[in-house]
């Protein structure tokens, strides 16, 4: 099993849809959680972080996080066409390095 | 405020020739410094990091090699290029606790 696993999409939704983007983990001490969104050709930018359990809302970006199901996700409301990007969630214990999921494609038609 | 230096842009490089990419942080002290590759539909994956000058981790043994002769100095090198060596590399510097923030990346093709 690998350490974090996320569906590589593509996911296409029509402007204005609410999207979910999930991932889920084996490793119980991971403990910092973050997602962040990749244009293409670009390096990742950081999006949401979130320190242990619990949602944490960001304009129209919400994260959440259940560490007893060892399962995060992202929603995105009101989703625009700039929207449209690769979303990568990432994890870490704390003293060791993230590991990332291997992303999300997302395609926001207008 | 702090920003991330990485260069170049994009490289072509034959198969068996040297590399040298750089990174340099702007704006911070004693960061954590990290080089990334991602190749597509693999993810981004960890070869190298850094805690402090002179301290690097590999995390995939490989042709490659890094080296962090200043605080705010990265350094990715290869003697001799592979063709699988191609992909997306990507500089980051973190404070500990902290999320990471990313180069704009390099973009290497080995032919």
């Known amino acids: 099993q690998k350490e974090v696993e996320q569906d590589p999409g593509p996911l296409s939704v029509p402007e204005g849809a609410i999207v979910s983007l999930n991932c889920t983990y084996s490793n119980s001490a991971f403990q910092y959680f973050m997602w962040y969104r990749q244009y293409s050709r670009k390096g990742p930018e950081l999006l949401m972080y979130?320190?242990?359990?619990g949602n944490k809302e960001d304009g129209r970006f919400t994260a959440q996080v259940d560490k007893s199901s060892k399962y995060i996700s992202l929603f995105i409301r009101d989703s625009q066409p700039s929207d449209s990007a690769t979303y990568l969630c990432?994890?870490?214990?704390?003293?060791?390095?993230?590991?990332f999921g291997k992303g999300t494609r997302l395609s926001v038609i207008a | 405020s702090q920003t991330i230096h990485q260069w170049p842009a994009t490289l072509v490089q034959p198969v068996g020739s040297p590399l040298s990419l750089e990174c340099t942080v702007e704006g911070t002290s004693n960061p954590n410094l990290y080089w990334y590759r991602q190749a597509a539909g693999r993810g981004l994956q960890l070869l190298f990091y850094?805690?402090?000058?002179?301290?690097i981790s590999s995390e995939v043994p490989q042709n490659l090699s890094a080296s962090r002769p200043q605080d705010r100095q990265f350094i990715l090198s290869s003697k001799k290029l592979l063709l699988s060596d191609s992909g997306f590399y990507l500089c980051?510097?973190?404070?500990?606790?902290?999320?990471?923030?990313f180069g704009s990346g390099t973009r290497l093709t080995v032919v």
């Open positions: 850094s805690v402090g000058i002179g301290q």
């Open positions: 980051a510097w973190a404070l500990p606790g902290y999320g990471y923030t």
């Open positions: 990432a994890m870490s214990a704390g003293n060791t390095p993230l590991v």
């Open positions: 979130t320190y242990s359990s």
